[in-house]
């Protein structure tokens, strides 16, 4: 089926900058939408951003838009998150997600990368 792994995650002082990847392989042609989602733990998993796979439409929360910028490579069923001015309450785990045709919510998940943010 859909399998997403993303990578790019790890340590990074506030202020600074970091880039996740998020590789999609299966039947990356059924996607509509891919996304970035994170949760801490005891809270509940946080919408990051999304993006449509065929208009490159973008959506952001309103805690990361202006510091985090999305963008996929289609040919190479990549989806990016380029964060930039991160913050320690950026730290988190980030799940790369996507919607496939015919859903009515995000229904593909990966395993999740870690981004801490700390002096």
């Known amino acids: 089926q859909v399998q997403l792994v993303e990578s790019g995650g790890g340590l990074v002082q506030p202020g600074g900058s970091l880039r996740l990847s998020c590789v999609a392989s299966?039947?990356?042609?059924?996607?509509?939408?891919m996304g970035w989602f994170r949760q801490t733990s005891g809270k509940e998993r946080e919408f990051v951003g999304g993006i449509s796979t065929a208009g490159d439409m973008t959506g952001y929360s309103d805690s990361v838009k202006g510091r985090f910028t999305i963008s996929k490579d289609n040919a190479k069923n990549t989806v990016l998150l380029q964060m930039h001015d991160l913050r320690p309450e950026d730290t988190a785990v980030y799940y790369c997600?996507?919607?496939?045709?015919?859903?009515?919510?995000?229904?593909?998940w990966g395993q999740g990368t870690t981004v801490t943010v700390s002096s």
């Open positions: 299966g039947r990356t042609s059924s996607f509509v939408y």
């Open positions: 997600a996507a919607r496939t045709h015919g859903a009515n919510r995000y229904d593909s």
